[in-house]
């Protein structure tokens, strides 16, 4: 029998998994939030994560379990791991990942670059903040925040007395994260990717860059990288993965600072779009290595095919018709680009896809890989 | 709602095409022959293929029919055809690939270079030939042969008398093919692809190495083909696709004689095993190509990541266990070996499995396969 998978969540990075379960010859099973789903192709089943009976059957079906997202609620980990399933990244991990200020207090702990932080409670405390930092600063909501949501920038204490409100009422502490407004001269992501055993295997940085709290673009390795700020980057990230137990892979996204600092700004435990460039860039894609990591085999090969490797990301995609009804254009105006299609209806601001461009001039790869996501109609190229 | 694409047969190269459409949010079905195949991670169908009822049912929930192998009946394809079914492969080329006389008699009139060969009915005509040959030749089936099956080098006119006989009971015209057996320096492929507006895009030409009939290895490009060899391979293949209207991949074994000349072997309309170094070689993978080509969308660029990439098959695999229970072993040793495993229980010649590797050193990287393949259980390796 083959090696069986069960991956909570049924989003298009469940759905990527699926290639490279199918070259190892894995059995990929995949518990979906609700019918259709981008990874439909594996063999989903239809459940609520939150509930552990749930999960806990859905478990009985595979011989480990990990992610497509971290909301897993941390009751449900528990009951895995104490009914001997294997999951990984493990709930000890990803209690760092689900909640911003135990990561920023976990990482603080470990001695690495973060922007300057605080607990706080109320206005007074944020104003407290806000007065050591030049009277701005970017406020959080610990949990359930991505692509920019549950992010605010702020200019005086008084602009987040909503989450204030709603986190009184909840059993998180009712604190939020407050940090510094960075200066930052462009955003980085290292990924790495590490098994139960030990082995950590990196990639190369990358830069990424952003729209709107969402990601837009991703330069693979960031130009001007090697040496300094690649090895510093990657020992960050290294640290990170070892320190804090985490399996499968781990995506560290930085800031590259105006005064040449790498300061951590977020960390996700999962394949991260900013590693959708691996599946045609590196001899080892991020899903594959998610799947070895997990299963504790060993890592990958995880060097470059070509000088440069640019992913663009579709974001709403076609105001008409689908995707596909674009592929005579794109295919035709661009032999290069390897299109991603996550089987999603567009919509405004939605995640439908992404384009990969390799080649040896940076230029001509980000033109063609531009190029063709806006022939796929993405909002953003 | 998402373009569907029908494979009929559910073997490994119907399996392989499910990478490339996730990746492109192509919806895949495969009309299986039996449960559990290769291919069963797609949706699956089971069905006999030779019946016209089951293979036009199947059609209507699908797009576009293609094929995991070319043995489906003429009447069934023509009544496909007849119910306004697109078929890619065509039944007219298909024609041309299920039937090794006619195959031979179209590259005749093509003007394309083949062995000496001719149509034999009894041991009178086969000596005939054979005497005109040196005393020996090739004989073979016209039809259902692969992987060497249905292929005899014989001696003198009676080995092949069990051939004739069944030959007269069955509605072929009871003829067997015989050629000239050629004094041969080694074994070429060349693949492209067609789609049916026209456009053909090659990729490099390999050099293949068989064992007994059936394919063990290929180095992609063949050393030392770049120039007349190239070109004159492309050439050939180019011609073939376009005269006999083959639509999906073409493969064109061929022979590079002793005296410098290039004859065509065998011909094959699908992804072929001699392409699937493609997968991690090439910047468009024979799968990713097939199904762009049967739907008409057009061809991607099939440059090479590296100047070497050389696939080894994985016949019969380990004795006892699975391919997976290797997994430790082969992926600790060989980091940038691709392991890509079918999902079939190994049994002694299967082809159960392939690897592949590439990079700039060919010593390296036939080292690299060869023992990874090895420790797969590979008995060819």
């Known amino acids: 029998m083959s090696i069986r998978v069960g991956v909570i969540g049924g989003g298009q990075l469940a759905r ?3 290639p490279a379960a199918v070259n190892l010859g894995l059995d990929i099973r995949v518990l979906a939030e609700q019918e259709g789903m981008s990874a439909r192709l594996a063999t989903v089943e239809v459940g609520d994560y939150r509930d552990a009976d749930t999960v806990l059957a859905f478990a009985e079906t595979v011989d480990v379990i990990t992610f497509d997202h971290e909301h897993v609620p941390q009751h449900v980990l528990r009951a895995l791991v104490d009914a001997g399933v294997q999951v990984h990244p493990g709930p000890d991990a990803l209690a760092v990942a689900q909640d911003k200020l135990l990561m920023r207090e976990r990482l603080t702990e470990l001695g690495l670059p973060v922007p300057d932080w605080a607990r706080v409670h109320d206005q007074e405390e944020l104003a407290a903040f806000l007065a050591e930092h030049g009277g701005k600063g970017v406020v959080k909501t610990p949990r359930g925040g991505y692509d920019g949501k549950g992010v605010r920038v702020v200019h005086g204490p008084n602009e987040v007395d909503d989450w204030f409100t709603a986190l009184s009422e909840d059993a998180n502490g009712g604190a939020l994260l407050v940090e510094e407004l960075v200066s930052f001269r462009r955003e980085l992501a290292q990924l790495v990717a590490r098994r139960p055993s030990g ?4 990639w190369r940085v990358v830069e990424t860059v952003q729209l709107g709290g969402v990601c837009s673009e991703v330069i693979a390795p960031a130009p001007g990288s090697a040496g300094r700020l690649a090895d510093t980057a990657e020992e960050i990230a290294v640290t990170v993965a070892t320190a804090l137990g985490v399996t499968g892979v781990l ?11 790498l300061l951590i700004n977020e960390l996700a435990m999962r394949p991260h779009n900013s590693g959708h460039w691996t599946q045609d860039g590196s001899v080892t894609s991020q899903f594959e290595q998610h799947l070895r990591a997990v299963l ?3 890592l990958g090969w995880t060097g470059c095919h070509r000088d440069w490797t640019v992913m663009v990301n579709v974001l709403g995609g076609p105001a008409e018709g689908t995707l596909d009804d674009r592929y005579p254009q794109v295919l035709g105006a661009h032999p290069l680009a390897k299109v991603h299609n996550y089987g999603k209806d567009p919509r405004p601001g939605r995640k439908v896809g992404h384009v990969n461009v390799a080649g040896d001039d940076l230029d001509d790869v980000v033109y063609e890989a531009r190029a063709a996501a806006a022939l796929l109609g993405a909002e953003n190229a």
Chains 1, 2 share one sequence.
């Open 16 to 18: 990527m998994m699926v």
């Open 199 to 202: 082995e950590v295997v990196p």
């Open 251 to 261: 995506a560290v996204e930085l800031f590259e600072t105006d005064d040449d600092r």
């Open 296 to 298: 504790d085999l060993p």
